[in-house]
């Protein structure tokens, strides 16, 4: 069996009049991220880390933010493009841990959403998608609540 693991990373600025989403589900706040697509920054990290397990670059790459086909696009889709992507090239997920950084909202509440929502898009199961929530304790952008940023590792098999 061949393992890979790939690191995905993402940031994106928060904004009045823009919805909130992470990890593929709509959160209640005054502000939103700012992008080309939902700027969904939890799925953004974890579609990096397959891209880049697989030796496959970047989301960027696949879903430029030039692209008018991509704008406002829902994040889950992007995340099923790529796992797509991944299983072309006879990869399969083993599992995901991500962490997501922001002062507000408090995200422990909605993490089990999160879990079955990805997990869903993905077709594996929910215990191997770990999602974890910080702060960075008042410090830098995200402490400023200026922006909200996420990171992840995946395991792929084949």
Known sequence: MKVRVGFGYDVHRLVEGRELWLGGIKLEHTLGLLGHSDADVLIHAICDAFLGAANLRDIGYHFPDNSSEFKNIDSKILLKKT???????????????????????????????????????????????????TTTEKLGFVGTEQGIAAQAVVLLTK
């Open 83 to 133: 796992v797509d992507l991944i299983r072309q090239k006879g990869y399969e997920v083993g599992n995901i841990d991500a962490t997501v950084c922001a002062e507000r909202p408090k995200l422990n509440p909605h993490i089990p959403q999160m879990k079955k929502t990805l997990a869903d898009v993905m077709g594996i199961d929910e215990d191997d998608v770990s999602i974890k929530a």
